[in-house]
């Protein structure tokens, strides 16, 4: 199993820049690759980033295209989402999210943090 535990949230302004981290414990961090989604009250968790196993590879959603960027270090059993640009739509609670395989919905995805809040004012 795979432990997760995000961190970085906050209240920014909009246009402000937040860099959440999300530490994984447990079995080997660099056996899965690793996601970021969030959830807005009232509406369904919706994909953000991913990143596959070794960093060859990431997606975004394209909402977050050219603000966001995912990354990790595996020396670390850490993986980063550099927010910039944030929009007040950004708000929500941000998950991070682990699989064996790149996974581009939540369903997609084994195990989860308990998210962590972003709250952007206009």
């Known amino acids: 199993q795979v432990q997760l535990l995000e961190s970085g949230g906050g209240l920014v302004q909009a246009g402000g820049s937040l860099r959440l981290s999300c530490a994984a414990s447990?079995?080997?961090?660099?056996?899965?690759?690793m996601g970021w989604f969030r959830q807005a009250p009232e509406k369904e968790r919706e994909f953000v980033a991913v990143i596959s196993r070794d960093s060859f590879s990431m997606s975004y959603a394209n909402s977050v295209l050219g603000r966001f960027t995912i990354s990790r270090d595996n020396a670390k059993n850490t993986v980063y989402l550099q927010m910039t640009g944030l929009k007040p739509e950004d708000t929500a609670v941000y998950y991070c999210?682990?699989?064996?395989?790149?996974?581009?919905?939540?369903?997609?995805?084994?195990?989860w943090g308990k998210g962590t809040l972003v709250t952007v004012s206009s």
């Open positions: 447990g079995r080997t961090f660099s056996s899965y690759a």
């Open positions: 999210a682990a699989a064996p395989r790149v996974s581009l919905t939540p369903g997609g995805m084994d195990y």
